[in-house]
């Protein structure tokens, strides 16, 4: 017979509130960027399609908040709700981040109120462009502070623990904690860099459904180019990465590559398949790669899983978490440094520069769309579970964090129909705000262009 385990459903419907919540919030901390960037470049190239971008991508970026702040809500029901234990051990360690937090979002309500409110409402247009910054710094800011927490939960700092109890806190110390630099760094650029293929792979849409018009030409030409810088930054934060898990977390990379034994000059496994003696199979292995990754130079020694107790290690799958996050990340820095290189090619001739555009390259950029909310889900999961089986790594583990309530099961069913409600209903409001009011409409309505022309 079926056992009830609260800790099972527990783990569930945190990870499915954190999955539909991590959509929002991604393109909620990367798309006042992007506003920002197109309404930059619309004021300096007195380029109307550019303000025109900005926005429509506010218009959209407004649901984007509502969502993620019904979901965010749900979170921080949760924790209490669903892991008592832990919010007790540590809610005065990760106090300050989360009231920042929700500070920082405020913040970026209020200035994103004034924002829309004020459009063409100054003479000047850079007067209405500076009240986007102060929603770019409080989307970014969020980001920050709850993924310091974040970082907290995987290297815990600032605190004394003395029979099981977390005393002589500091705070700040907990906040700016070992991973912080690292993991907060990699966050922020990531939502920049899976926003920018979101927008990209719109604008591919309708580039392949026939639209030929400019503004699509010029919304692929700025979100590709931002994305191959983010994509850059992304690769090279994703090595410091590595450096930190070797260095803090060494069970993690080495559940990460299916690593075993302490060696130096260790290779770096890429997919293949685990057998139960521990034995690796149909894997392509890079060799070196793991012991640069770790600590830069080819003689690195890389801590194996055989070091660390069976029940202190995570569920080896996390390995096709990692390769997953690893291949999107380079696919789609791949993708946005050719379309760069190509129009580089095509510089001087600004015709080409905007139509040519291969269907290739349409298809590559289209699905690099959703292919990078994946890495970004990927990337989540990897992070979570790859701490596994503690909840604060080595201080609590997740057993023991969670309610030992009997009705988690109907929460679960509750909120699953919340989250369906609430992603049918984004995705309707969505699609008619943009399909029954197309931008070539609204560029004659604003008398930027004429009707026909």
């Given amino acids: 017979m ?70 965010g809500t ?37 200035f994103l109120g004034i924002y829309l409110y004020t459009w063409d409402r100054f003479k000047s247009k850079m007067k209405h462009f500076l009240l986007v910054i102060p929603v770019v710094i409080g989307a970014t800011a969020s980001a ?4 310091t927490v974040n970082g907290f939960m995987n290297t815990p700092y600032g605190f004394d623990l003395v029979d099981g109890v977390l005393t002589n806190v500091s705070p700040l110390q907990a906040m700016f904690n070992p991973a912080t630099p690292t993991k907060v760094s990699h966050v922020i650029i990531t939502c920049y860099l899976t926003t920018a293929f979101i927008l990209a792979a719109i604008a591919a849409f309708k580039l392949m459904r026939g639209s030929n018009h400019i503004y699509h030409k010029k919304a692929l030409h700025m979100t590709m180019v931002t994305g191959a810088v983010f994509a850059i930054a992304t690769a090279a934060i994703g090595d410091l990465s590595g450096k930190f898990l070797h260095e803090y977390q060494p069970e993690k990379l080495a559940a990460a590559e299916w690593h075993f034994e302490t060696t130096s000059e260790a290779p770096l496994v890429l997919g293949g398949v685990l057998t139960e003696d521990n034995e690796v199979n149909y894997a392509l292995e890079i060799p070196y790669a ?39 990340g380079m696919y789609l820095l791949l993708v946005s ?51 596994q089986p503690w909840i604060i790594n080595g201080v609590m ?9 009997q009705h988690v099961d109907i929460m679960l069913v509750l909120f699953s129909i919340l989250y369906a409600i609430l992603g049918v209903t984004s995705f309707i409001v969505l699609r008619r705000m943009f399909k029954h009011y197309p931008v070539e409409h609204e560029l004659v309505e604003r008398g930027i262009e004429r009707e026909g022309a």
């Fill in 2 to 71: 079926f056992e009830y385990d609260p800790v099972l459903y527990s783990r569930i419907l945190t990870a499915i509130t954190l999955s539909f919540h991590i959509i929002f919030a991604t393109v909620g901390v990367g798309a006042p960027l992007m506003i920002a960037i197109a309404e930059w470049m619309g004021i300096k190239r007195n380029d109307p399609h550019y303000t025109l971008l900005a926005r429509r991508w506010a218009r959209g970026f407004v649901v984007v908040v509502a969502v993620g702040v019904v979901t």
């Fill in 74 to 110: 749900a979170i921080g029901l949760q924790l209490s709700l669903l892991w008592p234990n832990f919010m007790q051990a540590a809610g005065h360690t990760i106090g300050l981040p989360l009231f920042m937090e929700v500070f920082a979002f405020f913040f970026e309500a209020i």
């Fill in 144 to 147: 920050f502070f709850i993924t």
């Fill in 290 to 328: 793991l012991s640069i990754l770790a600590g830069g130079t080819t003689g690195e020694e890389v801590i194996g899983l055989n070091e660390f107790p069976e029940e202190e290690l995570p569920p080896l799958f996390v390995h096709y978490l990692f390769d997953i996050m690893v291949f999107i």
């Fill in 337 to 387: 440094v050719a379309f760069v290189l190509m129009n580089w090619h095509n510089r001087f001739n600004p015709i080409k520069r905007f139509n040519g555009f291969s269907n290739k390259m349409l298809w590559a950029i289209a699905a690099g769309g959703p292919i990078a909310m994946l890495g970004t889900q990927s990337g989540w999961f990897f992070a979570e579970i790859g701490r």
């Fill in 397 to 405: 583990t997740v057993s023991e964090a969670a309610t030992s309530s």
